[in-house]
């Protein structure tokens, strides 16, 4: 499996961006992650059987959604705040796995490249 992030880029606080993470193949769970610098990554959503999940600083902000024949996963951002400023990667695994799994990153086998989110203030 291969994954290809894109869409980030510099925008002010308030504004939105639209990741994408395309996928070769059909890995059954896409998920988005974010390191910011100095922190450890984070899982930011998944899309797990039981629908969506997000870490709660982004809940009411993002949305996560899939499209199946595209094997791409997008990640619509509003709202967006300084503190989202991070590498935005998107990782991949073969099975899925439970809902308060998903954002963790060790279950995890593939990982794309990773796109660069900056919100300025």
């Known amino acids: 499996v291969q994954l290809q992030a894109s869409g980030g880029g510099l925008v002010q606080a308030g504004g939105s961006l639209r990741l994408s993470c395309a996928a070769s193949g059909s890995p059954s769970l896409i998920t988005w992650f974010r390191q910011a610098p100095g922190k450890e990554r984070e899982g930011v959503s998944c899309i797990s059987r039981g629908g969506a999940v997000y870490t709660s600083s982004v809940r009411g902000r993002f949305t996560i959604s899939r499209d199946n024949v595209k094997n791409t996963v997008y990640l619509q951002m509003n709202s967006l705040k300084p503190e989202d400023t991070a590498v935005y990667f998107c990782?991949?695994?073969?099975?899925?796995?439970?809902?308060?799994?998903?954002?963790?990153?060790?279950?995890?086998?593939?990982w794309g490249q990773g796109t660069l989110v900056t919100v300025s203030s």
């Open positions: 990782a991949a695994r073969a099975v899925r796995v439970p809902s308060s799994s998903c954002l963790n990153s060790i279950y995890y086998d593939y």
